[in-house]
């Protein structure tokens, strides 16, 4: 039995693999290669004095590189972004470490001990005309959440140097805030709703407005099929805010406090949901509403928000460990609660076990993704979540996938009412319509529409509002007017005649 | 000496697990009976089961997961980290000061 392990030494029982060390070499600083290390981060060692810089550096080479609206190449020059900074806040451990890092790069107050005359004087830190922190309260749609909001803001404001701009996650269904945010340029969208019952996603109208932007979240949060859908729709909902919020303020740069785990746990639930498509966006996004978009292009800023994960290379280890020694105050992040796990939470516990155990690979993680380009171009942009949509998608599912029980009659039309799913992307569509074995919607077709209808968010209303009234310049996905190729579903009997020719006889 | 005084301090969340209290000084035995009756010193291991017994008042599987402190919690021995110290088999001393500290709030 010894041999069968080609260690003939080892004796049967004994042949076991040797402890793996947690860190390399010896118990020094990599670094300065003269203090013992303190920490250790993926197998190599740093001590106290070295870690502050690390991260500080990390930071820097992971945000400064686009901050100028054309990029200097090689050479760096000054830094001159275009707008002001927002800073989104989640209350996490994220959010704290980063709103922390923003004021110890660019807010040093002049006679700090750190920084000397020259290039290193403070002023030259100071690049930003304004920053900005925003925090999207959620605790109305969650059971037994509390309000955080004053927290918060008592704890940005200890910094003194930044605004508090406080939003709530149901102002996505508020109409004055959209007219807030869009500066009064777009015309308030009638309502859209939706019926959720169909795969189709057909628009319902004549429906019953909801009294509050409020219970017009918890509706439509109400109907979605999964708590992953839940917990993805907050997460896309808080995405757009903060888009906005940032537009609406002129900040050319919005940056989150995504850690290089929460960066990798993000990417595999989104991958897994379908959000396979923008996986570059998490690397690099630009965005800016699609009414500046479709205007005449220009090299200079037209408010264009660049999204930045300046702490995507730095671990939740180091997070914690930079917020201990720091002596930061973590107010904590909402948890959306649900009583079965959702894909998020499973994938989390994953990889915090893996970042345990080992750690080098929860950096993989972010790197392999980060260098994937998705097949295919882009077709527009979902009016959910704003992002890419990847075009022929439904068709590419409508050929994998058994749509129905039934023998559709293939010469059918549909009803009058315009489908919403060609406006979505494949993870929104998912997102709507993906129920579980155990999802408690009704997947009978006999369920009435109005039962399963719901509103749409205000900025979605929108883009369906301009895009039906202009087919010409709307997204090119859904325009198949010059489609050389046409689809046309044939029965059994009709693709049987077109076989027949080729068929061996028995 | 028979008993060791040391000096625990929880961060992150983990002290609303510990009667919302972050710092904690505690007195243990410096030996301990493991299974058979060989005596060792204690160690971290130790100190982890110690804690759940005595001094964790709500939901041990957010502290405790296999016989050591659950993934996401990071344990720092005189503020430095358990893995350079030989994590659960370092042997405490008098007036050693250990940190857990929960990663897991979020972000």
Same mark, same amino acid.
């Given at each position: 039995?010894?041999?069968?392990?080609?260690?003939?030494?080892?004796?049967?029982?004994?042949?076991?693999?040797?402890?793996?060390?947690?860190?390399?070499?010896?118990?020094?600083?990599?670094?300065?290669?003269?203090?013992?290390?303190?920490?250790?981060?993926?197998?190599?060692?740093?001590?106290?004095?070295?870690?502050?810089?690390?991260?500080?550096?990390?930071?820097?080479?992971?945000?400064?590189?686009?901050?100028?609206?054309?990029?200097?190449?090689?050479?760096?020059?000054?830094?001159?972004?275009?707008?002001?900074?927002?800073?989104?806040?989640?209350?996490?451990?994220?959010?704290?470490?980063?709103?922390?890092?923003?004021?110890?790069?660019?807010?040093?107050?002049?006679?700090?001990?750190?920084?000397?005359?020259?290039?290193?004087?403070?002023?030259?830190?100071?690049?930003?005309?304004?920053?900005?922190?925003?925090?999207?309260?959620?605790?109305?749609?969650?059971?037994?959440?509390?309000?955080?909001?004053?927290?918060?803001?008592?704890?940005?404001?200890?910094?003194?140097?930044?605004?508090?701009?406080?939003?709530?996650?149901?102002?996505?269904?508020?109409?004055?805030?959209?007219?807030?945010?869009?500066?009064?340029?777009?015309?308030?969208?009638?309502?859209?709703?939706?019926?959720?019952?169909?795969?189709?996603?057909?628009?319902?109208?004549?429906?019953?407005?909801?009294?509050?932007?409020?219970?017009?979240?918890?509706?439509?949060?109400?109907?979605?099929?999964?708590?992953?859908?839940?917990?993805?729709?907050?997460?896309?909902?808080?995405?757009?805010?903060?888009?906005?919020?940032?537009?609406?303020?002129?900040?050319?740069?919005?940056?989150?406090?995504?850690?290089?785990?929460?960066?990798?746990?993000?990417?595999?639930?989104?991958?897994?949901?379908?959000?396979?498509?923008?996986?570059?966006?998490?690397?690099?996004?630009?965005?800016?509403?699609?009414?500046?978009?479709?205007?005449?292009?220009?090299?200079?800023?037209?408010?264009?928000?660049?999204?930045?994960?300046?702490?995507?290379?730095?671990?939740?280890?180091?997070?914690?460990?930079?917020?201990?020694?720091?002596?930061?105050?973590?107010?904590?992040?909402?948890?959306?609660?649900?009583?079965?796990?959702?894909?998020?939470?499973?994938?989390?516990?994953?990889?915090?076990?893996?970042?345990?155990?080992?750690?080098?690979?929860?950096?993989?993680?972010?790197?392999?993704?980060?260098?994937?380009?998705?097949?295919?171009?882009?077709?527009?942009?979902?009016?959910?979540?704003?992002?890419?949509?990847?075009?022929?998608?439904?068709?590419?599912?409508?050929?994998?996938?058994?749509?129905?029980?039934?023998?559709?009659?293939?010469?059918?039309?549909?009803?009058?009412?315009?489908?919403?799913?060609?406006?979505?992307?494949?993870?929104?569509?998912?997102?709507?319509?993906?129920?579980?074995?155990?999802?408690?919607?009704?997947?009978?077709?006999?369920?009435?529409?109005?039962?399963?209808?719901?509103?749409?968010?205000?900025?979605?209303?929108?883009?369906?509002?301009?895009?039906?009234?202009?087919?010409?310049?709307?997204?090119?996905?859904?325009?198949?007017?010059?489609?050389?190729?046409?689809?046309?579903?044939?029965?059994?009997?009709?693709?049987?005649?077109?076989?027949?020719?080729?068929?061996?006889?028995? | 000496?028979?008993?060791?005084?040391?000096?625990?301090?929880?961060?992150?969340?983990?002290?609303?697990?510990?009667?919302?209290?972050?710092?904690?000084?505690?007195?243990?035995?410096?030996?301990?009976?493991?299974?058979?009756?060989?005596?060792?010193?204690?160690? #971290?291991?130790? +100190? %982890?089961?110690?804690?759940?017994?005595? &001094?964790?008042? *709500?939901?041990?599987?957010?502290?405790? $997961? =296999?016989?050591?402190?659950?993934?996401? #919690?990071?344990? +720092? %021995?005189?503020?430095?980290?358990?893995? &350079?110290?030989? *994590?659960?088999?370092?042997?405490?001393? $008098? =007036?050693?000061?250990?940190?857990?500290?929960?990663?897991?709030?979020?972000?």
């Amino acid at each position: 039995m010894a041999e069968s392990c080609g260690n003939p030494a080892a004796e049967a029982g004994e042949a076991l693999m040797p402890r793996k060390r947690r860190f390399d070499r010896s118990r020094t600083c990599v670094k300065c290669k003269a203090q013992q290390g303190n920490l250790v981060i993926r197998h190599s060692v740093y001590c106290r004095d070295c870690f502050t810089p690390l991260v500080t550096t990390k930071f820097r080479q992971a945000l400064e590189p686009h901050l100028n609206h054309t990029s200097a190449g090689p050479r760096r020059g000054a830094l001159k972004p275009s707008g002001n900074l927002l800073v989104a806040f989640s209350g996490g451990l994220g959010s704290t470490v980063l709103l922390d890092l923003v004021h110890q790069v660019y807010c040093s107050k002049v006679g700090s001990i750190e920084l000397k005359g020259g290039k290193e004087h403070p002023r030259k830190n100071r690049i930003w005309r304004k920053i900005y922190v925003c925090y999207v309260e959620t605790s109305d749609v969650l059971p037994e959440a509390s309000d955080r909001t004053q927290r918060i803001r008592e704890a940005v404001e200890e910094y003194g140097e930044f605004e508090f701009v406080p939003v709530r996650v149901q102002d996505a269904f508020d109409r004055s805030w959209w007219e807030r945010v869009s500066g009064g340029s777009v015309p308030n969208p009638s309502e859209l709703s939706v019926d959720l019952s169909n795969e189709e996603l057909f628009r319902l109208s004549d429906t019953e407005a909801h009294p509050d932007p409020l219970s017009a979240l918890q509706a439509y949060l109400h109907k979605l099929p999964t708590p992953t859908a839940v917990q993805s729709t907050i997460s896309i909902l808080t995405r757009v805010l903060l888009l906005y919020t940032a537009y609406s303020i002129g900040a050319s740069h919005l940056v989150f406090g995504t850690s290089l785990t929460s960066l990798s746990i993000s990417l595999i639930s989104s991958i897994s949901q379908g959000g396979g498509f923008v996986v570059p966006q998490s690397i690099q996004e630009e965005w800016v509403p699609s009414s500046v978009e479709t205007s005449q292009k220009s090299t200079s800023w037209r408010g264009e928000v660049r999204l930045i994960r300046p702490l995507r290379e730095v671990g939740m280890k180091e997070c914690t460990a930079w917020a201990w020694w720091h002596r930061l105050v973590v107010v904590g992040k909402q948890k959306v609660p649900a009583a079965r796990q959702t894909i998020g939470d499973l994938t989390k516990d994953f990889i915090i076990g893996l970042e345990r155990d080992y750690p080098s690979t929860v950096s993989t993680i972010a790197k392999t993704v980060g260098k994937l380009a998705p097949k295919g171009d882009a077709g527009g942009r979902c009016i959910i979540c704003e992002l890419p949509t990847q075009r022929s998608v439904q068709q590419w599912k409508a050929r994998i996938s058994v749509r129905s029980f039934n023998e559709e009659d293939p010469s059918a039309t549909t009803t009058a009412a315009p489908s919403l799913t060609p406006w979505l992307c494949y993870s929104c569509h998912t997102t709507l319509t993906s129920k579980s074995s155990r999802s408690n919607t009704s997947s009978n077709p006999g369920s009435s529409a109005a039962a399963s209808a719901v509103m749409f968010p205000t900025w979605a209303a929108m883009h369906f509002a301009i895009g039906s009234s202009n087919p010409q310049a709307t997204d090119p996905h859904i325009s198949t007017a010059d489609e050389v190729w046409g689809t046309r579903k044939l029965d059994s009997n009709g693709m049987k005649s077109l076989v027949e020719e080729f068929l061996v006889d028995d | 000496m028979a008993a060791l005084n040391l000096k625990i301090e929880f961060g992150g969340g983990l002290e609303l697990l510990f009667a919302n209290q972050r710092s904690h000084r505690i007195t243990i035995p410096r030996l301990v009976v493991q299974d058979g009756a060989t005596q060792r010193s204690a160690d #971290i291991n130790f +100190l %982890i089961h110690w804690l759940k017994d005595n &001094l964790l008042k *709500e939901r041990p599987e957010l502290f405790i $997961e =296999n016989g050591t402190v659950r993934p996401g #919690i990071l344990v +720092l %021995i005189n503020d430095t980290d358990w893995e &350079l110290e030989g *994590e659960g088999d370092y042997e405490l001393k $008098e =007036n050693d000061e250990i940190v857990f500290i929960s990663t897991l709030h979020g972000g």
